[in-house]
């Protein structure tokens, strides 16, 4: 069974710095990963995702994340936060599917704050 | 613009009540999900439909059904609600075909069941 962790409850990150969220999946063939990003009140939009090809994807708002098989990680990162980047965050994996109907497993999410 | 909408942003219920969440997509998706999202736990997922009329039970399906008579709408129906079952509910769809599960939410519904 497909599974997400994301260990990282809650980070606290001052404007300016860099950020990593950490998420580590457990699938037995080759998964489809995504990061959602979910502001106060909202639903969950779509950051980026990981399907095949580079293993460096880049995403909306200067996000990027890395594929790391042999870690089984697509930790996410950007170099510089804002102060509009404060949401809860999750990571999803779901099967590279011929079909397309398959269903996806989220993590149970990180909640970013900034500091001035 | 792609959109995923729900009736009600927010909805108070008392116990025993039948409750009605209904989702609406205009991207001709054949795929339609409903989760519940409480803290701590992300999102959990109830039901799943692949095609108008079918639907496959989820995670937590217990206390929950579904319904699915045009492909654009999605309902969750709860049949006597119970304070448990307060909490904030999200509906998504997809569509199908090669790298296509991106899936794509709605606002949510934040139920509180008194």
């Known amino acids: 069974a497909q599974s997400v962790t994301q260990p990282d409850i809650h980070i606290t990150v001052s404007e300016g710095a860099s950020l990593e969220l950490r998420c580590n999946y457990s699938y037995g063939a080759t998964p489809y990963l995504f990061w959602y990003v979910q502001s106060p009140g909202q639903g969950l939009q779509l950051l980026l995702k990981?399907?095949?090809?580079?293993?460096l994807v880049q995403g909306i708002k200067g996000f990027e994340a890395e594929f790391k098989r042999s870690q089984s990680s697509f930790n996410l990162r950007k170099p510089s936060v804002h102060w509009s980047d404060a949401a809860e965050y999750f990571c999803?994996?779901?099967?590279?599917?011929?079909?397309?109907?398959?269903?996806?497993?989220f993590g149970t999410g990180t909640r970013l704050t900034i500091i001035p | 613009d792609v959109k995923v909408t729900q009736s009600s942003r927010y909805l108070v219920k008392r116990t025993g009540e039948k409750v009605f969440l209904e989702c609406v997509q205009d991207m001709d998706h054949e795929n339609m999900f409903w989760y519940r999202q409480d803290p701590g736990l992300g999102l959990r997922l109830i039901y799943f439909?692949?095609?108008?009329?079918?639907?496959e039970k989820g995670d937590i399906p217990e206390g929950y059904s579904v319904s699915r008579e045009k492909k654009e709408r999605f309902s969750l129906i709860l049949e006597s609600a119970s304070t448990n079952q307060t909490s904030m509910y999200l509906c998504?769809?997809?569509?199908?075909?090669?790298?296509?599960?991106?899936?794509?939410f709605g606002p949510g519904t934040r139920l509180t069941v008194l």
């Open positions: 439909s692949y095609d108008v009329k079918m639907k």
């Open positions: 990981y399907f095949s090809g580079d293993t």
């Open positions: 999803a994996v779901g099967p590279l599917s011929n079909f397309g109907n398959e269903k996806l497993t």
């Open positions: 998504a769809s997809s569509s199908q075909g090669l790298g296509a599960n991106e899936q794509f």
